[in-house]
């Protein structure tokens, strides 16, 4: 099955299953992920989500919308690779993906 690997602040990897129709991070809170909060609910408006993609897997997994954009430029700790998760389709085409979460969410 294919499965995306959350990376924790301290190193702690959390492997959950890729299912499509779901974000990043219902995928992440659906499987307890720690570290991803998604306060909002999925509405890019929190920025609770927040994580940082492998550079090797920017290119795949696309950038950032307006919106989201709008919330991660108020994140002091943001990387050039920082997404929101909930703004981020599950898919099964991102099987091996990896993505670090950061120590604080805003
Ligand atoms: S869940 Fe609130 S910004 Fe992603």
Do not use: Y
Not at 22 to 48: F, H, K, R, W
Not at 72 to 80: F, K, W
Not at 94 to 104: A, Y
Request: proline share 6%; hydrophobic share 35%.
């Amino acid at each position: 099955m294919a499965s995306v690997t959350f990376v924790s602040h301290d190193g702690a990897k959390h492997e959950v299953p890729l299912e499509g129709d779901q974000s990043l991070m219902q995928l992440a809170v659906d499987n307890a992920v720690p570290g991803i909060d998604g306060d909002c609910g999925g509405e890019a408006a929190c920025g609770t989500c927040h994580i940082i993609v492998d550079s090797s897997w920017s290119g795949v997994v696309g950038t950032s919308r307006e919106v989201e954009e709008e919330m991660l430029s108020m994140n002091p700790e943001r990387h050039p690779t920082s997404r929101l998760a909930c703004q981020m389709p599950a898919s099964e085409e991102w099987d091996g993906l990896v993505v670090r979460i950061p120590e604080f969410q805003m």
